[in-house]
C-alpha cells in the first residue's frame, strides 16, 4: 500500500531537521560568553565615567545595566530550543473496505 492512503508521506527535507545538541551547546555558550563579556566593560565604562565627568547618575544607570546580566544569561544559556512538534503517521481504518457493496448470504439444507 501506499503512504499517502495513510497519511502525510512528505519526506523529512535535512533542511528541516533540527542542529544537533553539540551545536546548540555551543551557540548557548557563545552566547553566554558574549554576554558574561559585556559585563566587565560596563563596569569598567561607568567607573570611568564617574572619574572623568562626575556623572554619577549616568554611572548608575551603566552600572544598573550591567547588574541583571549574569542573571539573563544563566537563563539564555540554560535554554534549549522547544521540541518541534511533528506530525505523527498512524493508520487510520476508513469506512471504505475493499468490497464496500453487500454480499448475498446462502444457507445451506
Not at 563579556?37 to 572623568?52: E, G, H, S
Not at 503517521?89 to 473496505?97: D, E, G, Q, V
Request: aromatic fraction near 8%.
Amino acid at each position: 500500500m501506499s503512504g499517502s492512503q495513510h497519511g502525510d508521506d512528505t519526506p523529512v527535507l535535512i533542511t528541516e531537521a533540527q542542529p544537533s545538541y553539540d551545536d546548540q551547546q555551543a551557540v548557548r555558550r557563545r552566547k553566554y560568553a558574549i554576554m558574561m563579556a559585556c559585563r566587565i566593560p560596563c563596569l569598567v565604562f561607568a567607573a570611568l565615567i564617574y572619574q572623568a565627568w562626575q556623572l554619577w547618575w549616568l554611572a548608575l544607570i551603566v552600572l544598573a545595566i550591567s547588574i541583571p546580566l549574569p542573571w539573563m544569561a544563566v537563563l539564555i544559556a540554560n535554554d534549549r530550543p522547544p521540541r518541534k512538534q511533528e506530525h505523527v503517521s498512524r493508520y487510520r481504518h476508513s469506512s471504505r473496505s475493499i468490497e464496500a457493496r453487500e454480499h448475498q448470504v446462502i444457507e445451506g439444507p
